[in-house]
T-cell receptor
């Protein structure tokens, strides 16, 4: 069964450092998303990406964040200068362009900023 | 904006008990509705979905019916098992208005043997 894969599963970084979280969406999907879940809190939308550009972003997704689809298979989330409050589980999701509204999620990357 | 409200947990039940987790929503358009489940240490998995009024989504003994008149999508299961212990998220997605998922706060379910 096709799945969304994320790497790494856990990343620890020092405050102020840049991190890149990686995702490989399902191969025939065209909509890509990043969500985050701060420990014990709700899952929050960060950004959606379609046709090689951001289609929507939340107020959380400020200038410190960026997304890229560098090679047609990977979908990355970069945080330029991490803050303690960026510590969270980050989920990548993808959805096909067939009108099916189901999104498939990866297992998540737990980011810990120290 | 669109929002989802679900009952606070944790919900603690004995095995074979009946489960209801309430979920209501507000939306600008006509959304699709979902229940996602997160088992300990794992990611989000789609449990069931409904895309129009009066649709019933079902999977693994869980059911939820899309009630447009009450803007609700309550999750039910007739007999829970210990393996159902997880966090359950109600969510909506409005295809016309951007198609991102909007999640509720999640409800922790603990089932005791």
């Amino acid at each position: 069964e096709p799945e969304v894969t994320q790497t790494p599963s856990h990343q620890v970084t020092q405050m102020g450092q840049e991190v890149i979280l990686r995702c490989v969406p399902i191969s025939n999907h065209l909509y890509f998303y990043w969500y985050r879940q701060i420990l014990g809190q709700k899952v929050e939308f960060l950004v959606s990406f379609y046709n090689n550009e951001i289609s929507e972003k939340s107020e959380i997704f400020d200038d410190q964040f960026s997304v890229e689809r560098p090679d047609g298979s990977n979908f990355t989330l970069k945080i330029r200068s991490t803050k303690l409050e960026d510590s969270a589980m980050y989920f990548c999701a993808s959805r096909s362009d067939s009108g099916n509204t189901e999104a498939f999620f990866g297992q998540g990357t737990r980011l810990t900023v120290v | 904006g669109d929002s989802v409200t679900q009952m606070e947990g944790p919900v603690t039940l004995s095995e074979e008990a009946f489960l209801t987790i309430n979920c209501t929503y507000t939306a600008t358009g006509y959304p699709s509705l979902f229940w996602y489940v997160q088992y300990p240490g794992e990611g989000l998995q789609l449990l069931l979905k409904a895309t129009k009024a009066d649709d019933k989504g079902s999977n693994k003994g869980f059911e939820a019916t899309y009630r447009k008149e009450t803007t609700s999508f309550h999750l039910e299961k007739g007999s829970v098992q210990v393996s159902d212990s997880a966090v359950y998220f109600c969510a909506l997605s409005d295809w016309e208005y951007g198609n991102k998922l909007v999640f509720g706060a999640g409800t922790i379910l603990r089932v005791k043997s």
